[in-house]
Nanobody, 115 residues
Framework: QVQLVESGGGLVQPGGSLRLSCAAS????????MGWYRQAPGKQRELVAK???????NYADSVKGRFTISRDNSKNTVYLQMSSLKPEDTAVYYC?????????WGQGTQVTVSS
């Protein structure tokens, strides 16, 4: 079992930045592929960014060049640095951990981009 706790969400103006953090409870954190997903009202949950256990990253086209995912295995934490935020980035952001058939989700953190 892995518990994931997200933090760092909030209200930000368009063009601003936020950094989300996701702390994992499990010591074997490094073996998990970690991802950030988001779900806007009335829409399906979508992948934002992922980072493998080896550090390979991939991003949704809509956030490429603006968001950066990273991980610190010594702190059991994955980050999502978000810059040049747009109103359409408004959503609940969820952290995900996956290894083989195992998958875990955090409770989500709200990000609102509005003037």
């Amino acid at each position: 079992q892995v518990q994931l706790v997200e933090s760092g969400g909030g209200l930000v103006q368009p063009g601003g930045s936020l950094r989300l953090s996701c702390a994992a409870s499990r010591r074997a954190f490094s073996i998990y592929a970690m991802g950030w997903y988001r779900q806007a009202p009335g829409k399906q949950r979508e992948l934002v960014a992922k980072i493998t256990s080896g550090g390979t990253t991939n991003y949704a086209d809509s956030v490429k060049g603006r968001f950066t995912i990273s991980r610190d295995n010594s702190k059991n934490t994955v980050y999502l640095q978000m810059s040049s935020l747009k109103p359409e980035d408004t959503a609940v952001y969820y952290c995900n951990a996956a290894f083989l058939q195992m998958e875990y989700w955090g409770q989500g953190t709200q990000v609102t981009v509005s003037s």
